[in-house]
């Protein structure tokens, strides 16, 4: 078995890698979904630009300092699909530029990337694809295991805050319309009720 570090060589026309088959596999993974965040924070360009905004580099720079297992929760959190869940798209969904453009506001007012999330104000933050949908229908889709970190704020960007049925009424504690997702205790918000909350 071949190890050690992701040398390239060439042979011929070929270019090969001494290394072990899951480091390899790790490694097109991790660059397939670099590309897949790319193509999705781009999404966020024309929302900036119509506030007379641009994508700053650093958004997408920051990618390079996930691992690939980060870089996968950011396509799911891209998709819309919960941690176990599979991601499954091979380009980010045009619906999901609301997610990549308040991913980009919250960089640029210098929350700090924390894997997949952001830290603001002292708040772990989630952002994932919610565009299109309730935000209620939203956070139920979101029963993960208890082995997966809460958020503090999970925003389902692009989701719509709307009546919902009364066992989804928040009770009083926090600020969220929706109540926790069942075994968690993440607020769940809509980009509207974010932007608010954390002044971005």
Known sequence: MLLGPLSPRRVGSARLLDASGNDALDELRAAFSKTWGRRFLNLADPLLQ?????LAPATLSALDALSSDELYDLR????????????RTKTPPPEAGPAAHLRALLAQAGATPQGAWYVHNGQRIRIVHGSGQVLGSVSQKYKEPPSVPE???????????????GALISSGSGKS?????PGGSSRWLTSEEARKELGV
């Open 50 to 54: 119509r506030d007379g905004h641009a």
């Open 76 to 87: 799911r959190d891209g998709e819309g699909v919960p941690y176990n869940r599979a991601a």
């Open 151 to 165: 958020a503090d704020i999970i925003v389902a960007a692009g989701a719509i805050s709307a009546m919902v049925p």
């Open 177 to 181: 319309l929706v109540r926790p997702a």
